[in-house]
């Protein structure tokens, strides 16, 4: 130790200062611009089915109910993997759920998100079983998609007779 703290007493004062606030000034700079500039990201929080979520947590992008049998939405992964049972005629509700996981600041808004769900097959075509799917992007933010944040939502047609799903 000794040794260490005379070979610091031999260096030059003004030199050995402007070197440490170089090397301050150089990570300020390189941290700072790393963590504000990240952009938005959707839904980067692990899946919760507790509603609201708790911090740090998301909802899955897509979940649905059936409004007409009074069902509520998925209590876990295995009930939203299972999907949503219905009769013809019955009115299922979807929800999408999305959340912007990086800090508040001004480079972190997402610009001009758009949401979009698809179901397959087509709207008006019929199928016992109908799978609903949904994703999300911005112009400066990647797109996500409900398959891989929660997955999609099947919609089992009850009775043996296949049915056509409409928006109402």
């Known amino acids: 130790m000794a040794k260490f703290v005379m070979k610091i007493k031999t260096f030059n004062t003004k030199k050995a200062l402007s070197v440490v606030v170089i090397a301050g000034l150089s990570a300020l700079l390189i941290t700072s611009t790393h963590v ?3 952009g938005p990201q959707f839904n980067i929080f692990p899946i919760t089915f507790q509603s609201p979520p708790p911090q740090n947590y ?45 800090p508040d600041e ?28 949904a994703s999300i992007s911005a112009q400066n933010a990647s797109a996500i998609s409900s398959s891989n944040h929660g997955g999609d939502m099947v919609v089992h047609i009850q009775g043996g007779t296949a049915q056509t799903l409409s928006l109402v």
Do not use: E, K
């Not at 049972?85 to 929800?95: E, G, K, L, Y």
């Open 36 to 38: 504000s500039a990240q």
């Open 58 to 102: 998301d909802l899955p992008l897509i979940d649905a109910r059936n409004v007409t049998q009074g069902g509520g939405y998925s209590t876990s992964q295995a009930d939203h993997d299972n999907g949503v049972a219905t009769n013809p005629n019955d009115v299922i509700r979807f929800s999408i759920y999305y959340h912007n996981g990086v």
């Open 106 to 133: 001004q480079a972190n808004t997402a610009i001009q998100t758009m949401i979009q769900a698809f179901a397959s097959p087509t709207l008006g075509t019929q199928a016992i079983d109908h799978t609903i799917s």
